[in-house]
């Protein structure tokens, strides 16, 4: 569904963006780790269109998709859900979904999508004429996702869903992208909460330096110390050479 | 009482063309952070527009409105695609960075001016429109019909861009890229288009002033400097940036400007603008409907 190859990019004339590869199947959720300024959202900007990429490629659904305009992307069913706080705070909750269905035409099936979202998050229909900057970071990022699901994407991809929120409500946003995967979504699930991620997703790739350092099988991701270890910003190595340096 | 009425219609009718200039900078500003200073000789151009319409088409009054609406409009578009695009780049290619656009501003309304001067030359035209008789509301008090334009016109074309922004799917998209460009790309939607339409919009509606203007007028090269003032004391009045503000800024602006030139001096006509706008900043900086943090369209 989603190719990058061997991607390079960056802003101005900083790289951030070492070759970055991965693939993600149809129907799959893909889990994107690493830490803060290990190159994740620069990679989204470049997948979204919102930077160009210098070098190498991204292919969505079988056509090369990098360097073309953020809206045009969109039109190809690959949305980013942003995180909580990039919803429109002087919008209501009703304007910030339908602005997510700007690409759609068909009024019916536009009205037919929205119930579906409000079915999803009950709690967004009961605040529907509210302003957004009204609703908590749970609700603010439950927004974001269903004003994801407007456009009908072929593809999600999610910018860190669980950023800032409480323990309990990350718990619930996850449950909701389980669901949304069960239902045939492809989607690449980019996170700092490793474990959450990992549980929920069926293959795992860890960024370091703007390039894949990881990547399997989440199962055996979730027990791998190297991944623990990209965390705390070191390796296997820097723990064995700290090991020694104790004794 | 009786003077009291002629000069709050007078200044009603003015304030309302002050109020569609100042919309047109206060929209343009909210959306694209462009303080626009050539909006001034847009209004110019909107009027001649209008002026050559009139004596070369023989199309009615609104139809002309209409037309050199869309025409000014298009003209603006390809000015800010041709020359103020370009200086977006320093901000990312979504905002402005620096003096460069204020500068680019009072280039492009020195070029307006003198290329509208090549064109219809320094002599200001006439714009004789026919209204009919003018509407005797009480045996004292009569009304020219060209005020009732202005005033029906502006109000008309205020809930026109209301009811777009609030209520359309392509005003939602409008909207959404004046608060954060970079998002709206993310909904799918065509910003450099979108930025098109919102200049546009910002220039027609300047057109529409000066094609309402020019009948209880002479249509000149030179009128858009007076009014690019008033309309910035307008705009800022209201709280620069925020729509209804500028409505608001408008309508007191050319209310002052009528009752102090009726009642005090009518040589000073100017000045009461600026003394209106000087109290306003002293007690509420970020204008009446202005609030500190920036709320946009």
């Known amino acids: ?247 | 009482m009786q003077y009291f009425l002629d000069l709050l219609i007078v200044g009603l009718s003015i304030g309302m063309v002050y109020a569609l200039v100042a919309l047109g900078i206060s929209f343009i500003y909210s959306g694209l952070d462009i303080v626009h200073f050539a909006h001034g000789e847009i209004y110019m151009i909107g009027a001649f527009i209008g002026v050559m319409l009139f004596k070369y088409t023989g199309m009615s009054y609104p139809v002309l409105l209409v037309a050199s609406m869309i025409l000014t409009g298009l003209i603006g578009v390809a000015i800010e695609r041709i020359f103020y695009r370009r200086l977006t780049r320093a901000g990312g290619g979504y905002t402005v960075a620096g003096m460069g656009m204020i500068i680019c501003g009072f280039g492009m309304s020195i070029v307006l001016q003198n290329v509208a001067y090549l064109i219809w030359g320094a002599k200001p035209l006439p714009f004789p429109v026919s209204f009919g008789m003018p509407l005797e509301l009480t045996d004292a008090l009569v009304l020219p019909r060209s005020y009732v334009w202005i005033v029906g016109v502006a109000l008309v074309l205020m809930v026109a861009l209301h009811l777009f922004l609030k209520h359309t799917r392509l005003g939602l998209a409008v909207r959404a890229v004046a608060a954060n460009k970079e998002i709206a790309y993310l909904m799918g939607i065509n910003v450099p288009l979108m930025i098109s339409v919102l200049f546009g919009i910002g220039c027609a509606l300047a057109a529409a002033a000066g094609v309402l203007v020019g009948p209880i007028n002479y249509v000149q090269v030179l009128m858009g400097i007076g009014i690019l003032i008033k309309a910035f004391a307008a705009a800022v009045v209201g709280g620069f940036g925020n729509l209804p503000g500028a409505v608001l800024g408008g309508l007191l602006v050319g209310i002052t400007e009528s009752l102090g030139a009726g009642y005090l001096s009518g040589s000073y006509k100017d000045i009461y603008a600026f003394i209106l706008l000087i109290v306003v900043l002293m007690v509420r900086p970020a204008g009446i409907l202005g609030v500190s943090v920036k709320a946009k369209a």
């Not at chain 1, 305009?69 to 002087?90: C, F, H, M, N, S």
């Not at chain 1, 979202?117 to 709690?123: A, C, D, Q, R, S």
């Not at chain 1, 603010?140 to 456009?151: D, N, T, V």
Request: with cysteine.
């Open chain 1, 1 to 247: 569904m989603l190719k990058i190859d061997k991607l390079e990019g960056g802003y101005g004339s900083v790289q951030i963006l070492n070759g970055v590869s991965l693939a993600v199947a149809r129907g799959q959720m893909v889990a994107l780790l690493g830490g803060n300024g290990t190159g994740k959202s620069t990679l989204l900007k470049a997948i979204s269109g919102l930077i160009k990429p210098w070098r190498g490629s991204i292919s969505f659904d079988g056509e090369r998709i990098d360097g073309l305009r953020p809206d045009l992307i969109v039109r190809r069913g690959l949305v980013q859900v942003t995180q909580g706080k990039e919803a429109y705070p002087a919008l209501t909750v009703e304007e910030n979904l339908r602005l997510g269905a700007h690409v759609r035409k068909d009024r019916a099936g536009v009205r037919r999508t929205l119930e579906r979202v409000y079915e999803y998050f009950p709690i967004l229909a009961d605040k529907r004429r509210q302003h957004s900057a009204t609703l908590s970071g749970g609700q603010l990022q439950m927004l974001c996702i269903g004003r994801g699901m407007m456009s009908e994407p072929k593809m999600m991809l999610l910018d860190e869903p669980s950023a800032a929120l409480a323990p309990q409500v990350v718990l619930d946003i996850f449950r909701i992208i389980a669901r949304i995967c069960r239902e045939g979504m492809t989607l690449l699930l980019v996170e700092q909460n490793v474990r959450m991620a990992l549980l929920l997703a069926e293959y795992g790739y860890v960024i370091r330096d703007g390039v894949v350092h990881i990547e399997g099988p989440a199962d055996r991701l979730i027990s791998d110390d190297n991944v623990r270890l990209s965390y705390l910003g070191g390796t296997v190595a820097d723990r064995d050479a700290a090991m020694n340096l104790r004794q």
